[in-house]
């Protein structure tokens, strides 16, 4: 079992930046792939980046990249979201997950499979 609690959530103008953190608990040395989703009201969840631990290598969707960048620190075991430039759009509730899967399904397949363990949220809101 991995247990996740993300945190850094709140609220801020567009232009702004957030940085959400995520602390992962429990058997993470099996749980390879790391990600961000992100579901806003009404619309579906949202692939946003994830990292495959063993190596580092990261993706992106589209409409987040160079804005946003995961990165982890493997000491505290802690995942994060530096999320910079932030438009109203980006306004959801943030999801910290975790996944058995192996490196081109995390790095390739972003938002296509199932993550197996997930956190409880945090909410992000962006005004104009």
């Known amino acids: 079992q991995v247990q996740l609690v993300e945190s850094g959530g709140g609220s801020v103008q567009a232009g702004g930046s957030l940085r959400l953190s995520c602390e992962a608990s429990?058997?993470?040395?099996?749980?390879?792939?790391m990600g961000w989703f992100r579901r806003a009201p009404g619309k579906e969840r949202e692939g946003v980046a994830s990292?495959?631990?063993?190596?580092?290598?990261?993706a992106y969707a589209d409409s987040v990249k160079v804005r946003f960048t995961i990165s982890q620190d493997n000491d505290k075991n802690k995942l994060y979201l530096q999320m910079n430039s932030l438009k109203p759009e980006d306004t959801a509730m943030y999801y910290c997950?975790?996944?058995?899967?192996?490196?081109?399904?995390?790095?390739?397949?972003?938002?296509?499979?199932?993550?197996?363990?997930w956190g409880q949220g945090t909410q992000v809101t962006v005004s104009s």
């Open positions: 997950a975790a996944a058995y899967l192996d490196f081109t399904s995390c790095v390739a397949g972003l938002g296509r499979y199932e993550y197996n363990y």
């Open positions: 990292i495959y631990t063993g190596g580092g290598s990261t």
């Open positions: 429990g058997y993470t040395y099996s749980t390879k792939c």
